[in-house]
């Protein structure tokens, strides 16, 4: 039986931990032949800055084996393998930490495994593998840089445990970014492996709801140039100015060589955590390229003494601790002469001779710099979490423990499982705060660091913390920016946009455009009526019936209440027309007062005169209630002043018709018609006319009176503020009684239109009811297609035209004789014209 050739740090212990690493970074791999057994696979490009993290897991064995409070009086020793960056290595390490090497092996299969927990495997695929495998023993695994969050299955891996955060945690990190600055239009780059591949996945599924991916592109594992340069041009070719890497900082090498080589500048790079702190690999290229980079990166840690541990390791001869000898030939680029073959012993007489007593404290380099113990601060916290669980076992006591029948675990024969059991409920604060624990999937409490790559003062490049996530803050406030210490890859030095279409302000909604994604819209302005009052909305908001949009549609505002009002230009036109209409009454009424003996005032019944100028000073009165803010009081005056004036007017009228073709009759021998329609029986006929009318106003107003009223449904931007007639037949009856009592006027006037011209009244009267009716006949459609105010102007034009009508077509006559020809105002002139006329 062989074993495999690995290199291994090693010390012996009560109780032994395991551990498998990145150290080398390049294997080469044995030709493959059927005829003689296969070679071992050798690692070489040792890194020294990956030898740093194997050695803060020593240094926290050191520390824990020095603690009289943490397992007293028991040693913890560690096995730890180099994986080289290879699976199939990565294997071996965790089969030989499992089962043991050749002399470890033996036939007794009693007494606890070669180690009880391991720490590692950096890598998410290499831990998916290893962890499948010791889940089978129930062995615990605590990884330091494993990030895949299939790894929190607990049904596939039910040992898995881990110091760093889960990627579904730097998910929320970089989308809580996205959501900061607003970026919704972004790309993503990711590595084709397992840790990529979910990457990719867990990211579309995290910012699906507010953000859209313009491209995902995965890098090839084989450094494919056709592949690389398709890549390079769709970055070049999309509109997305974000473009996150979820890569080894390995595996995107050969495609930032590309881009820095195509010069693709202005694009702001998101850093996942897998390459964050790698920027030193990228110092070649130039600042406007990867310069203002955004990172992702483990919480930086304290371990107070570990430089000092750093140099103080010592090169030693036990080939279980080759790696330090590997790490001593790397540093100082020398050769140990036991570890030089034949074939290279020319090579050793022309190179330098290691002698072991170099001087590490002389050097400054990636292995001695610990200002940035980000991988390093992980391990610590994963070797106490196994020394906490296993203090907790070690104090149980028989009776209380958590096994069968309260029983404590052997500890001569202490098994994986049962330090699996204490591993999972370990809980405790480091040397500075931080509180350790797990949960049900075995995840770390997660706090990321932010950090901005930027230009040193030597042009070199450099990161600097701008900002933190913490899982444990109050919701809301997880992520933490400053924003004003970053430097941002634009040229304008602003924070950069990266977005399909820009946000819809207020006043417009968001309509998606036919087959693109829906971060790609048009903004459309909302409709007449609606608003919308948020960034980005969706959908408009229809106002209150009281309401409307206001220009800019990002707010409601009260309607226009729109009703005749004494002060614009058409109530002040009305009014003041209205009022030189009650003028002319008045002035008319008192000629006619003036000169009542004359035979032209007499001759035309001067009571009825009189009446009639005063029934038309109300018509022109009634008007102005048209006018003004409608109350309940003018809304009922308007109509009882307007059908009560206008039917003693045309009542009058109606009478002064027929005492001119009674009194004709009346000139006839022996008729004597005169006597049965006198004074008295004028005035109530007179009254009676009017009592009607005053009598529907009664009926009317007290079933269903005129009352203000909102119209809104005339005119949408507008309240019609107008009086609602209330009951449609009494206004109907009102109006119905008016133009009967026109008819029969106008009827009976134009029959006696042609009556001698000492009575010819007739023909003024018949051409005012036609003045009359004309007017109001014109009005119907008027009022109908007229809106808002210009309905009342309408039916306040269609009163005053009718009584100026009627104003000028029966008095005009008669004040032209009085006052410019008064010769004419005689009995002898009046019966002298009708004399020569029936001549």
Known sequence: METFQLSSLHKNGDIMIGGIFEVSYRTVIQELSFTSKPGQWVCEGFDIALFQTAQALVFAVEEINNDTQLLPNVKLGY???????????????ASALTLGMKEDITENCKGPPPVLAIVGDPTSTHSIAISRILSLFQIPMVSYFATCPCLSDKWEYPTFFRTIPSDTFQIKVISAIFKHYGWTWVGIIAADDDYGQSAIKALSEEIKDFACIAFSITIPKINDIDKVRHVTKMIKESSAKVIVVFSPAPDFSTLADEINQQNIIGRQWIASESWSNSYD???????????????????????PGFQTFLHEVQPTSDPKNNLILQFWETMFDCKFKENTNEQNSTSLLEGKQCTGKEDIK?????????????????????????????????????????????????ITNMQPWQLLHYLKKVNFTTHIGERVAFDENGDALAIYDIVNWQQSDHGTLKTVTVGFYAESAPAGHELSLKDDDIIWNINTGKIPESVCSKSCQPGTRKATREREPVCCFDCIQCAAGEISTQVDAVECIKCPIEFWSNVGRNECVPKEIEFLSFEDSMGITLTATAASGVCLSVIVLSVFIHYRHTPVVKANNSELSFLLLVSLTLCFLCSLCFIGHPTELTCKLRHILFGISFVLCISCILVKTIVVIMAFKATLPGNNIMKWFGVIQQRSTVFFFTFIQALICIIWLTASPPLPAKNIQYQNSKIIFECDIGSVTGFSCLLGYIGLLTCISFLLAFLARNLPDTFNEAKFITFSMLIFCAVWITFIPAYISSPGKYTVAVEIFAILASSFGLLFAIFAPKCFIILIRPELNTKKALMGRDSEKQI
């Open 281 to 303: 690999l990228f110092e070649k290229y130039n600042f406007s390229t990867f310069g203002g980079t955004l990172g992702i990166t483990i919480h930086n840690g304290e371990m």
């Open 362 to 410: 002389g050097t400054k380099t990636a292995y001695t710099d610990v200002s940035k113990l980000r991988a390093c601060y992980n391990i610590y916290k994963a070797v106490y979490a196994i020394a906490h669980a296993l203090h907790n076992l070690l104090t149980c006591e028989n009776g209380n423990g958590p096994f069968v029948n309260k029983s404590c675990a052997d």
């Open 79 to 93: 096995t730890l393998y180099d994986n080289c960056m290879r699976l199939p290595v990565a294997l071996r390490g």
